[in-house]
């Protein structure tokens, strides 16, 4: 069974303080990892997939990174607009034909002006 | 703008009753999962069709159901509904089982 989990569970930083957040994953056959920004009450928004150890992709102030066992999503110099949930996601070997997504509980993040 | 659309954005149903919720796909996007997120957790995978036929289910019991149709949109029908099933559902389209874009959600309420 995939599984996913998210560290930390909330994150608070100042303007300007770059950070990362974790996720650990555990799956059969790795067909993907994906990156979501989520804010209150609306749908996940998609930000990176990552498909082997190595690879990297950036977006503005965010750069995500992925190894065997786990992926970093680092921020750099946040700004308050940048504060939402972060959920990362795996697309595993064993869910057949189903690409069927395993999320984690995701990190909230609050950047403070 | 994911080119993905829900309706309704809010329900309130009492214990027992029967819902239907509504997607709407991007073109040509032939597969479409659901999702249910409950407060404060990731969302968590219900089922998902391609081509209309359900090609994916998660933990979740039969009053859960689907049904997809040619024109890109879809259906997710809960029967008998349980306080517990009190959460935001979300739909995702994907064209060829590549990545999924999310939809804005429908929240419901089981009193």
């Known amino acids: 069974e995939d599984q996913v989990t998210q560290s930390p569970e909330a994150l608070r930083l100042q303007e300007g303080e770059s950070s990362s957040l974790n996720c650990s994953y555990t799956?059969?056959?790795?067909?993907?990892l994906f990156w979501y920004r989520q804010d209150p009450g609306k749908g996940p928004e998609f930000l990176f997939t990552?498909?082997?150890a190595g690879e990297e992709k950036e977006k503005e102030r965010l750069k995500a990174t992925l190894t065997k066992k786990e992926s970093f999503l680092h921020i750099t110099a946040p700004k308050p607009e940048d504060s939402a949930t972060y959920l990362c996601?795996?697309?595993?070997?064993?869910?057949?034909?189903?690409?069927?997504?395993?999320f984690g509980s995701g990190t909230q993040l609050t950047v403070l002006p | 703008e994911t080119g993905v659309t829900q309706s309704p954005t809010h329900l309130i149903k009492t214990r027992g009753q029967q819902v239907t919720l509504r997607c709407s796909s991007q073109s040509g996007h032939n597969t479409v999962s659901w999702y249910q997120q409950a407060l404060g957790q990731g969302p968590q995978f219900i089922f998902q069709?391609?081509?209309?036929?359900?090609?994916g289910r998660g933990n979740f019991p039969p009053r859960f159901s689907g049904l997809q149709f040619p024109n890109y949109s879809s259906e997710l029908n809960v029967n008998a509904l349980e306080l517990d099933d009190s959460a935001l559902y979300l739909c995702?389209?994907?064209?060829?089982?590549?990545?999924?874009?999310f939809g804005p959600g429908t929240r419901l309420l089981v009193l």
């Open positions: 799956v059969s056959g790795l067909r993907g």
């Open positions: 990552l498909y082997s």
């Open positions: 069709y391609y081509r209309e036929e359900e090609n």
């Open positions: 995702a389209s994907t064209l060829n089982q590549q990545t999924q874009y």
């Open positions: 996601a795996v697309q595993g070997g064993s869910s057949g034909s189903a690409r069927q997504l395993t």
